[in-house]
């Protein structure tokens, strides 16, 4: 690759990205692909919901290695924490071995990381090529998070101050005694989200969990999801039973929305991580999925209650599960078991149990990562928010 990069290659980098409105990040990523000549190009952006982790924004591959995704993530995950330019040799478990490039991308308005593969090692003639390719990327970068590419998707600035306002609710794993066996994801669908979740320390090292979905999405679901958190927090002050917790939140929560045809579903524990028990409770929240890593079975956790706002004198009885070192357990959203492909199937409990076996040795951020991968190459484009807390003890 030379180092001057002709004007008609830029043209058509520009004319295909800013012409792609769904996914403008995967259309990048392919022509970036063909005109750097490497096997895989992938771009990545820190997840909004959970600070250091990272979320692929795009990624086109046409090299055919399963564990290329899993490699190219902790290459990033690398870049990322260093904020400098990497480069080296990856060894798959195949025993195949991959160059990359990896770089931060920092624009004016967002800052990405960049991975470049091949099969075979860089020149310092296509790596020169590659930093003069970077100063045209970050300016595209500028224009995709600046344009009205999305139409009404764009982000105002009033907006804006309320996702940061969502952003700064999120918990802070690190006050968490347990935080090595637990991780989380929030991703909305639109510039506010209608899912919540909450981490909370409790003394003993004692852990409370829990992940909400309003009723739709956008601004009203926001709206719920922020007077739920609030009535939430008001009532969370000792280490109580998930059963009583919900049955006062639900009856708090009625006397509120009595004028307002809305719903929550929420789902409770209390993880003990010395134990490594769980005593939970449900309102109506989709069931959390369970691999015993002993039989690599994959099983939802038991559990009965309507969701919040439904019936006043509604009961959530207490469940109870006994996990075991390399058990896990996955607390999600709907959004990620209902996201549709072309086909119109939906990714699915299949899909989850998939990608928790597929992934089994890795740690809870890792398996996070992978479940938001598995379900973004299942359905591209995202419909419905998108939360998850696992636990791998």
Known sequence: MKHMISKDLLFDLYDKCL?????????MGEEVARIAKVGAVSF???????????????FHSDIKQDELAQEDHRIALRVHKAQEEISG????????????WGVPVVSGRVQLTLIFWSTKQFSQDEVAGFRSLLTYIERLVDVVFSSDLFGDRRVTR????????QRQL???????????????RSLPAHELGG????????????????LADAMGSGVPAALVMLMARTIFRQLIKSVASPSQVLSDLNRTFMSEIVHLNTFVTQFYGVFEPGTKRLLYANAGHVSPLLLRKETGEVAPLPSKGVALGVKADAKYPSFAVQLKEGDILVI????????????????????????LLNYQEYDADGICDGLIHDMFKHAPIQQD???????KP
């Open 158 to 165: 009033e907006l804006q101050m309320a996702q940061l306002m």
């Open 44 to 58: 990545w952006m820190e997840n909004i919901g959970a600070p250091g982790a990272l979320v692929r924004l795009g």
């Open 89 to 100: 040799t990856a060894r798959l478990p195949k025993g195949t071995a991959l160059a990359y």
């Open 195 to 210: 899912d919540y979740v909450d981490v909370l320390s409790y003394p003993k090292g004692i852990v409370g969990l829990t």
């Open 170 to 184: 999120m918990p802070k794993l690190e006050n968490s005694k347990a935080c090595a066996s637990l991780a989380f």
């Open 332 to 355: 999600y959203s709907d959004g990620l078991a209902e996201a549709r492909n072309e086909e119109n199937v939906q990714f699915g409990a299949e899909g989850i149990a998939r990608t």
């Open 385 to 391: 928010d998108i939360s998850m807390i696992v636990i």
């Open 19 to 27: 012409g792609s409105l769904d996914a403008p990040f995967r259309a």
